[in-house]
């Protein structure tokens, strides 16, 4: 077993005893089934509607359910992850045990990479689990797959954008709360950039604003629009949030 | 095995070690002796390459700290100040995770631990949560960690803090019998452990070495006269020569208007009884004659009590000013 493997294998232990994963996961999965449930019966509500009108109805679930469903995932999980990631960094701070980590033979690089693994491994499998309700819908409906697969390409990508965002914040203190509050924050003026570009207009700084929040790439791969441009914004943003908190973990030795 | 030369420390505006220098050879245990905030723990944070340096060097069986470090972090074991432990671990998965990172597996990971868990009696809680550990088994877990990779070079600061007097006890008798294979520095404030485990003795104060020298010679340097304390209510002008005319007596301190008296005396020679009759046929006015027993403890309150402008040729100095009845 490697130091990164060993790391994630710690972390995951960690995660699964304490109840932080359960209580933030059923709360996840709660939400997103119980939108996932109103946006098929809205749209069951609205091919009575046209069945009414029209005598038939063909029903998008692409455009009435996921892509509604999506759009509200990006928001419950900007609230789940930073709760997740809260404890990496602020609690070996807390605890005295991030000396004992810092003076393992392991690069930081390691350890940021361990750390952010394993949260990721649980948020994959909680989203795997938000699976379940395409599969059960694809039982009882028609849909085109390709979009849902795309937007869980984005779902991901996402999720780690903000877990690297997590693990910055949780490096810089050592109070989780702070920690969560931080990140919460930090990705709520990513989120709202893309507002202020649309409000700078077609210029060249209010596209270049637009860039930089994570809306108009995800909004893509909702779509089922894979660009390069979009998957190169979100590596390169986990990339740096990730080079970002080395060097903040770093930089915390010299205190 | 351990080589520091001239390592100063600065938090913004404050010098947390200044120019510090001093080495340990392999299988040497040094112990680092200095009250709250003197710069031990500064000074093993940068031998455990944790934190660099402001200035000089701090070499680690070869190795840069600064430049090297991870060469010498797998040479170290150390236990810091608050023992590194995860507590929704058990000690055996604690163990086997401290053992990955440092890269042992398979067999020897087991070996490892089996070995630590034994030598630190740590058999009965070893499938137990180290949360629900007392502090003592949590400071046991802590040693076994810094153990368990074998390390030549072991840095504990204070190791039997939170252990009962039988636990210190075998802690002491564990770091004796790492010595000669292992090179050890440990640090404390409680000066019979520098003396029961260690061969040389640094204090450090107000992050300067004021003291380096072996437990014996310190002491030796203490008890190079003995010394008596005295108080006259009504000294004359001629007490302190008279009281250098006495036989055995080598040196007389006066504390000025105190009316109080340091005397210096021979080794083995007992002048209190002579200085008494002198007193009292003078018509002094004795209030006070007692033998001062000079401690390691003493020593160590003085040293590092007079911060400025102390050396190590400085000790015996200080050592006569510590009779100063204060």
């Known amino acids: ?34 939108l996932g449930y109103l946006y098929v019966v809205f ?3 609205q091919a009575i509607q046209l069945m009414q009108m029209q005598g038939s109805a063909q029903l998008n679930l692409n455009d009435l359910v996921f892509r509604n469903l999506f759009a509200s995932m990006r928001f419950i999980l900007l609230i789940v992850l930073p709760i997740l990631t809260m404890r990496l960094f602020a609690e070996e701070r807390k605890l005295r045990t991030f000396e004992f980590l810092l003076t393992s033979p392991i690069g930081i690089n390691e350890i940021v990479a361990g750390k952010f693994m394993s949260v990721f491994l649980v948020f994959l499998s909680l989203l795997g689990l938000t699976g379940l309700m395409p599969l059960m819908l694809a039982l009882f409906s028609d849909f085109d797959w390709y979009p849902v697969l795309t937007g869980y390409l984005g779902l991901v990508l996402l999720g780690a954008l903000f877990l690297s965002v997590g693990v910055l914040a949780s490096a810089l203190t050592e109070n989780q709360i702070v920690a969560a509050f931080v990140s919460i924050g930090l990705l709520l003026v990513l989120w709202l950039l893309s507002g202020l570009g649309s409000l700078l207009g077609d210029t060249a700084i209010g596209q270049a604003v637009s860039y930089l929040s994570f809306m108009e790439h995800f909004d893509h791969l909702v779509r089922g629009l894979i660009d390069t441009k979009d998957l190169v914004y979100f590596v390169s943003s986990l990339a740096l949030m990730l080079f970002l908190s080395h060097r903040v973990v770093d930089s915390a030795r010299w205190k | ?102 890269g042992l597996s398979g067999k020897v990971l087991t070996a490892s631990i089996h070995r630590e868990v034994e030598r630190l009696g740590l058999g009965t809680v070893q499938r137990r949560l180290i949360g629900n550990l007392s502090r003592g088994y949590r400071q046991r877990v802590g040693l076994a960690q810094a153990l368990l990779h074998d390390p030549p070079i072991l840095i504990l600061d204070e190791p039997t803090v939170g252990l009962d007097p039988k636990q210190i006890i075998e802690i002491r008798e564990l770091i004796k019998n790492l010595a000669g294979s292992h090179s050890v520095i440990l640090s404390t404030h409680i000066l019979p452990e520098a003396t029961a485990v260690c061969q040389r003795v640094v204090i450090i104060s107000g992050g300067r070495i004021v003291a380096e020298d072996t437990p014996d010679q310190l002491s030796a340097r203490l008890r190079q006269s003995e ?47 002579e200085v008494a009759r002198v007193a009292v046929t003078n018509g002094w006015g004795l209030l006070e004659l007692k033998a001062i027993s000079m401690t390691l403890e003493d020593v160590f309150l003085q040293l590092t009590r007079h911060e400025e402008g102390l050396t190590p040729d400085a000790v015996s100095a200080s050592v006569e000013s510590a009779g100063q009845p204060v």
């Open chain 2, 1 to 102: 095995m351990i080589e520091v030369q001239q390592i100063t420390k600065r938090y913004g505006q404050h010098t947390a070690l200044d120019r510090i220098s001093f080495s340990v050879a392999k299988g040497e245990v040094l112990a680092f002796l200095g009250p709250n905030g003197a710069g031990k723990t500064t000074t093993m944070r940068i031998l455990t390459c944790f934190m660099p340096a402001t200035e000089g060097t701090a070499r680690v069986a070869g190795f840069d700290c600064a430049e090297q470090p991870l060469e010498v972090k797998r040479r170290i074991g150390y236990l810091p100040e608050t023992p590194p432990v995860y507590q929704e671990l058990t000690v055996t998965e604690y163990l086997q995770f401290v053992g990955r990172l440092r």
């Open chain 1, 43 to 45: 749209a069951g509500a």
């Open chain 1, 1 to 34: 077993m490697t130091p990164v493997q060993a790391i994630i294998a710690k972390e995951l232990r960690s995660y699964f005893v304490s109840p932080v994963v359960y209580v933030v996961g059923s709360v996840f999965l709660l939400i997103a089934g119980l």
């Open chain 2, 227 to 273: 010394k008596i304390s005295l108080i006259l209510k009504a000294p004359a002008a001629d007490t302190l020569s008279r009281l250098k005319s006495v036989q055995g007596v080598q040196n007389v301190f006066s504390g000025g208007d105190s009316g109080a008296f340091l005397l210096e005396c021979e080794l083995g020679r007992d002048v209190r009884e």
